[in-house]
């Protein structure tokens, strides 16, 4: 189940208040705060103690529910203290915009996070800054545009139609999530290299993606990563080795084929940009661009079909609507890039479902490279920023009733409106670049599941609760009851 946040609109209006009563006195950086801003003045936040290392420990044991007590306790803007740091959370949605939006020059992607995920992905977009980010972003940008991502509707609904054919008649027990965490991989695979894997080969390459992302979330709150020679960081090498050499293997083949015979996938896009700008697109370039292809693309998309089939099971309702939806728009034929506009209350639900459980629910943070000003606070270069979507996702100023599934407030004349407080993608020039293409592969694999098959909750059966390691899944692998239908 969604974290409880009820209640938080206790605590509330802080941002507003002209005065800064709880505002905390800094010993780190009196003197270095911008001149209009409260000298000293800080806002509330729970008290740190010599070091503050204790809200740190507090964090790497359950962020999420950490994020919301101290909301609940010291409202929208909270300070912590954790020295040497000054951490900001931001869990207003107009001041999350006006950070992430308005400020969007005077921020850098948290230094931790990066040093984390280059080990990972190398230098890729996802990890750069500055000029270099820039470049990456603009020469990607076409490949990952909507457009881009249509194009890939008829190799994607060719990679459906044979997994669910082999998913089988009827199971009350259908081990949902690890069927969908194959699909997305074999998605991902199809996308970069128009090609398919092993059953094998996926298992360990999903393994491997996990593993990366459990390790990325535990190192985060760590001052230092250990090196990977260290025995223990075994399982780790194995993990990266494994994502590493499946995509060498592809990369040789690939180079070896003439140019004019090369598929058109994301590693032949990422090729013709080294081939045409080879000081700016080594081939360790595309390495890592095709990594974070897989790191943020596979398991994000796994999970957010995973939770989206909980919700269609648990609301029998929505999924008739859903389904209803896509039989009158598509019938029985596989879906056309151009009816995935028509599928408007299907993609609802999956609004909905990302609302609830967002794959990266408190992944955004970012470094101030100068003083940031923020509703009527001044932060000094230095200060650090984290936004909790899942926390604004869950607040019922913004989403009535936010613990219950609603797919329809995101109708046009739906009550969700206030900007800022609906990101599952994040927001600003760092927004996520992969994001029509998760929408697209999202949808059709949504809209060819419901033409097939009636997904329920099996006897019994608890809800889920939900656990982090960069995305969010289920605690135990989910399993619902599945019957195809007639
Ligand atoms: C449900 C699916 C997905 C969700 C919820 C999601 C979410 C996010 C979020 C919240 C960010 C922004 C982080 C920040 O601001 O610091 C992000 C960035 C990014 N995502 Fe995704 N993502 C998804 C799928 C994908 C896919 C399929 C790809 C590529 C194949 C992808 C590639 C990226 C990249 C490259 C960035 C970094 C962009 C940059 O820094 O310029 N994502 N994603």
């Given at each position: 189940?969604?974290?409880?946040?009820?209640?938080i609109?206790?605590?509330?209006?802080?941002?507003?208040?002209?005065?800064?009563?709880?505002?905390?006195?800094?010993?780190?950086?009196?003197?270095?705060?911008?001149?209009?801003?409260?000298?000293?003045?800080?806002?509330?936040?729970?008290?740190?103690?010599?070091?503050?290392?204790?809200?740190?420990?507090?964090?790497?044991?359950?962020?999420?529910?950490?994020?919301?007590?101290?909301?609940?306790?010291?409202?929208?803007?909270?300070?912590?203290?954790?020295?040497p740091?000054?951490?900001?959370?931001?869990?207003?949605p107009?001041?999350?915009?006006?950070?992430?939006?308005?400020?969007?020059?005077?921020?850098?992607?948290?230094?931790?996070?990066?040093?984390?995920?280059?080990?990972?992905?190398?230098?890729?977009?996802?990890?750069a800054?500055?000029?270099?980010?820039q470049?990456?972003?603009?020469?990607?940008?076409?490949?990952?545009?909507?457009?881009a991502?249509?194009?890939?509707?008829?190799?994607?609904?060719?990679?459906?139609?044979?997994?669910?054919?082999?998913?089988?008649?009827?199971d009350?027990n259908w081990?949902?999530e690890?069927?969908?965490?194959?699909l997305?991989?074999?998605?991902?695979?199809?996308?970069?290299?128009?090609?398919?894997?092993?059953?094998?080969e996926?298992?360990?390459?999903?393994?491997?993606?996990?593993?990366?992302?459990?390790?990325?979330?535990?190192?985060?709150?760590?001052?230092?990563?250990?090196?990977?020679?260290?025995?223990?960081?075994?399982?780790?090498?194995?993990a990266?080795?494994?994502?590493?050499?499946?995509?060498?293997?592809?990369?040789?083949?690939?180079?070896?084929?003439?140019?004019?015979?090369?598929?058109?996938?994301?590693?032949s896009?990422?090729?013709?940009?080294?081939?045409?700008?080879?000081?700016?697109?080594p081939l360790?370039?595309v390495?890592?661009?095709?990594?974070?292809?897989?790191?943020?693309?596979?398991?994000?998309?796994?999970?957010?079909?995973?939770?989206?089939?909980?919700c269609?099971?648990?609301?029998?309702?929505a999924?008739?609507?859903?389904?209803?939806?896509?039989?009158?728009?598509?019938?029985?034929?596989?879906p056309?890039?151009?009816?995935?506009p028509?599928?408007?209350?299907?993609?609802q639900?999956?609004?909905?479902?990302?609302?609830?459980?967002p794959a990266?629910?408190?992944?955004?943070s970012?470094?101030?490279?100068?003083?940031?000003?923020?509703?009527?606070?001044r932060?000094?270069a230095g200060?650090?920023?984290?936004?909790?979507?899942?926390?604004?996702h869950?607040?019922?100023?913004?989403?009535?009733?936010?613990?219950?599934?609603?797919?329809?407030?995101?109708?046009?004349?739906?009550?969700s409106?206030v900007?800022?407080?609906?990101?599952?993608?994040?927001s600003?020039?760092?927004?996520?670049?992969?994001?029509?293409?998760?929408?697209?592969?999202?949808t059709?694999?949504?809209?060819?599941?419901?033409?097939?098959?009636?997904?329920?909750v099996p006897?019994?059966?608890?809800p889920?609760?939900?656990?982090?390691?960069?995305?969010?899944?289920?605690?135990q692998?989910?399993?619902?009851?599945?019957?195809?239908?007639p």
């Amino acid at each position: 189940m969604p974290m409880d946040t009820a209640g938080i609109g206790k605590a509330r209006n802080l941002v507003t208040m002209n005065t800064t009563p709880n505002s905390s006195p800094c010993p780190f950086h009196s003197g270095n705060v911008p001149p209009q801003a409260p000298l000293d003045a800080w806002p509330p936040g729970p008290p740190s103690g010599l070091t503050g290392w204790g809200l740190l420990w507090r964090m790497a044991r359950g962020m999420p529910e950490a994020l919301v007590a101290w909301q609940r306790e010291f409202g929208d803007v909270v300070h912590l203290r954790t020295w040497p740091e000054h951490q900001i959370v931001v869990a207003d949605p107009t001041l999350a915009r006006e950070l992430l939006v308005g400020n969007r020059d005077k921020l850098t992607r948290w230094e931790r996070a990066r040093t984390v995920f280059r080990r990972m992905h190398g230098d890729s977009v996802l990890v750069a800054e500055g000029e270099a980010w820039q470049r990456k972003r603009m020469a990607l940008h076409p490949e990952f545009s909507r457009q881009a991502a249509h194009s890939f509707v008829p190799a994607l609904t060719e990679i459906m139609d044979r997994a669910y054919a082999a998913w089988p008649q009827t199971d009350a027990n259908w081990p949902i999530e690890q069927a969908f965490t194959s699909l997305a991989m074999e998605l991902i695979v199809g996308m970069a290299f128009s090609d398919g894997m092993e059953r094998d080969e996926a298992r360990r390459t999903e393994q491997a993606c996990r593993a990366l992302m459990a390790q990325a979330d535990a190192e985060f709150y760590h001052p230092w990563s250990w090196p990977d020679w260290m025995p223990w960081q075994r399982a780790r090498r194995q993990a990266q080795a494994q994502l590493d050499q499946l995509i060498e293997r592809r990369l040789l083949q690939r180079l070896a084929m003439p140019l004019a015979n090369r598929p058109d996938d994301l590693l032949s896009r990422l090729l013709r940009l080294h081939n045409d700008d080879q000081a700016n697109w080594p081939l360790s370039a595309v390495r890592a661009e095709c990594k974070t292809a897989f790191l943020a693309g596979h398991e994000t998309v796994a999970s957010t079909l995973t939770w989206w089939a909980w919700c269609m099971a648990s609301h029998p309702d929505a999924q008739h609507a859903a389904r209803a939806e896509v039989v009158e728009t598509l019938g029985d034929a596989p879906p056309a890039a151009s009816e995935l506009p028509a599928l408007r209350y299907l993609s609802q639900t999956l609004q909905e479902t990302m609302r609830l459980y967002p794959a990266a629910p408190v992944l955004i943070s970012r470094r101030a490279s100068c003083p940031v000003t923020l509703g009527h606070w001044r932060f000094p270069a230095g200060t650090l920023f984290l936004v909790p979507v899942q926390l604004m996702h869950h607040d019922a100023r913004w989403f009535p009733e936010p613990r219950a599934f609603r797919p329809e407030r995101f109708r046009l004349d739906g009550d969700s409106k206030v900007a800022g407080a609906y990101q599952p993608f994040g927001s600003g020039p760092r927004v996520c670049l992969g994001q029509h293409l998760a929408q697209t592969e999202m949808t059709l694999a949504a809209a060819m599941l419901l033409q097939r098959f009636y997904l329920s909750v099996p006897d019994g059966m608890t809800p889920p609760q939900a656990v982090l390691h960069v995305t969010q899944r289920p605690a135990q692998p989910l399993r619902l009851a599945l019957r195809r239908a007639p």
